[in-house]
């Protein structure tokens, strides 16, 4: 297949997702909590009347009204829809000339990466602070000095160390850079932080959300926000009908319904001091101080991996990191599900240190 394909795509390898059936499932950042069943019945009874036999609504105005609504989202920024925020990072590198570099911190979310190596762009990554996984903010600087990344992903917090960067630091890497400063606010519901006051400001800024770690993976969605300049340029080569009919209305739907979403994503909230204080008091592990639904943590030297699934056959699914190396080298990352799963896995970690 090298005569068919481009070196690029021949170079990569897809990204594994490992089968879950039967396991406690705390490796992806799903939020664990279902609906009501009276909310399920007033939702099915929505998508009777979606007409499957049109096309969507390629603008999807009335859930993009409800997003900017809910979210208070200022008339001056306009909000662009994705199939995931994933399609979003894959729409703004497209757009990108051939020779584009793109800049983030390591270790960080994985489709920077894959999807910039994909399509032939300089992908530059500058490592964390080992620590306290903060910016290295000098070299960060240097990097954009020396090669002016058309696009810098910031990960608000960041996945996979859970930590919030120095809004500082941030805010001087937004000042100096000529390109795009993306800020994935991919984990905001636990957060408690934003950059979107700091939109008006600045017009290299743009803030990326998606509703999957809110409790809705299963729809992909995810939007940027930010000037109608940038945003115009994004859809041009987003495809006409990327959000499907099913979608729009569930989503619509569900964020009409948001105060379930914020009574479960304040329940995970307050889970999270209760497994990271239980972590912390296991022979052998450091976990990580988390601003998300997710807390990183390391194991003693060489044992991630036997770790990992000594856990896994105990029934429990989690994430094992270590393979990345660099700050990375022995951590596994544990989503935060409902009490009963994490005590579940706590005792299986427990049972296997
Ligand atoms: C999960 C995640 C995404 C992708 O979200 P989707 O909307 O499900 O594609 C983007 N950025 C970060 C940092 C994430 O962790």
Same mark, same amino acid.
């Given at each position: #297949?090298?005569?068919?394909?481009?070196?690029?795509?021949? &170079?990569?390898?897809?990204?594994?997702?490992?089968?879950?059936?039967?396991?406690?499932?705390?490796?992806?950042?799903?939020?664990?909590?279902?609906?009501?069943?009276?909310?399920?019945?007033?939702?099915?009874?929505?998508?009777?009347?979606?007409?499957?036999?049109?096309?969507?609504?390629?603008? &999807?105005?009335?859930?993009?009204?409800?997003?900017?609504?809910?979210?208070?989202?200022?008339?001056?920024?306009? *909000?662009?829809?994705?199939?995931?925020?994933?399609?979003?990072?894959?729409?703004?590198?497209?757009?990108?000339?051939?020779?584009?570099? *793109?800049?983030?911190?390591?270790?960080?979310? *994985?489709?920077?990466?894959?999807?910039?190596?994909?399509?032939?762009?300089?992908?530059?990554?500058?490592?964390?602070?080992?620590?306290?996984?903060?910016?290295?903010?000098?070299?960060?600087?240097?990097?954009?000095?020396?090669?002016?990344?058309?696009?810098?992903?910031?990960?608000?917090?960041?996945?996979?160390? +859970?930590?919030?960067?120095?809004?500082?630091?941030?805010?001087?890497?937004?000042?100096? &850079?000529?390109?795009? *400063?993306?800020?994935?606010?991919?984990?905001?519901?636990?957060?408690? &932080?934003?950059?979107?006051?700091?939109?008006?400001?600045?017009?290299?800024?743009?803030? #990326?959300?998606?509703? $999957?770690?809110?409790?809705?993976? +299963?729809?992909?969605?995810?939007?940027?926000?930010?000037?109608?300049?940038?945003?115009?340029?994004?859809?041009?080569?987003?495809?006409?009908?990327?959000?499907?009919?099913?979608?729009?209305?569930?989503?619509?739907?569900?964020?009409?319904?948001?105060?379930?979403?914020?009574?479960?994503?304040?329940?995970?909230?307050?889970?999270?001091?209760?497994?990271?204080?239980?972590?912390?008091?296991?022979?052998?592990?450091?976990?990580?101080? $988390?601003?998300?639904?997710?807390?990183?943590?390391?194991?003693?030297?060489?044992?991630? $991996?036997?770790?990992?699934?000594?856990?896994?056959?105990?029934?429990?699914?989690?994430?094992?990191?270590?393979?990345?190396?660099?700050?990375? $080298?022995?951590?596994?990352?544990?989503?935060? +599900?409902?009490?009963?799963?994490?005590?579940?896995?706590?005792?299986?970690?427990?049972?296997?240190?």
């Amino acid at each position: #297949m090298s005569s068919i394909f481009r070196q690029e795509v021949l &170079a990569m390898s897809a990204y594994k997702v490992t089968n879950a059936q039967g396991l406690i499932k705390l490796d992806a950042m799903e939020n664990p909590y279902n609906w009501p069943e009276d909310l399920k019945l007033d939702w099915l009874t929505a998508l009777k009347d979606c007409a499957l036999n049109r096309y969507p609504d390629p603008e &999807a105005l009335e859930l993009t009204q409800t997003i900017k609504r809910i979210y208070h989202i200022d008339d001056q920024f306009e *909000v662009m829809l994705g199939n995931g925020s994933d399609e979003i990072i894959q729409l703004l590198l497209m757009a990108l000339p051939s020779d584009a570099s *793109v800049l983030a911190p390591a270790p960080g979310f *994985v489709m920077y990466k894959q999807l910039s190596d994909c399509l032939g762009l300089n992908y530059l990554s500058i490592p964390l602070q080992a620590g306290n996984f903060d910016l290295d903010l000098p070299a960060m600087l240097e990097t954009i000095q020396r090669y002016q990344p058309s696009v810098i992903f910031l990960a608000y917090p960041n996945n996979p160390t +859970g930590n919030l960067f120095s809004q500082s630091a941030m805010l001087e890497i937004i000042n100096v &850079a000529k390109g795009l *400063v993306v800020i994935d606010e991919a984990y905001a519901p636990f957060a408690d &932080a934003s950059f979107i006051d700091a939109l008006p400001d600045h017009d290299n800024l743009l803030i #990326m959300r998606t509703v $999957s770690k809110l409790g809705l993976a +299963g729809l992909r969605l995810g939007y940027v926000i930010g000037r109608p300049a940038i945003i115009e340029q994004l859809n041009k080569i987003r495809l006409p009908y990327n959000i499907n009919s099913l979608t729009q209305l569930s989503a619509n739907f569900a964020l009409n319904n948001h105060a379930l979403f914020d009574q479960q994503t304040q329940k995970i909230c307050q889970e999270r001091p209760v497994v990271f204080n239980q972590l912390n008091t296991l022979p052998g592990i450091i976990a990580y101080p $988390s601003a998300a639904n997710f807390i990183l943590f390391k194991t003693p030297t060489d044992q991630a $991996s036997r770790i990992f699934l000594a856990i896994k056959h105990q029934g429990v699914l989690i994430k094992d990191m270590s393979a990345q190396g660099g700050l990375l $080298s022995d951590c596994l990352r544990v989503t935060i +599900g409902k009490p009963e799963e994490n005590l579940a896995f706590i005792m299986a970690l427990r049972n296997c240190l």
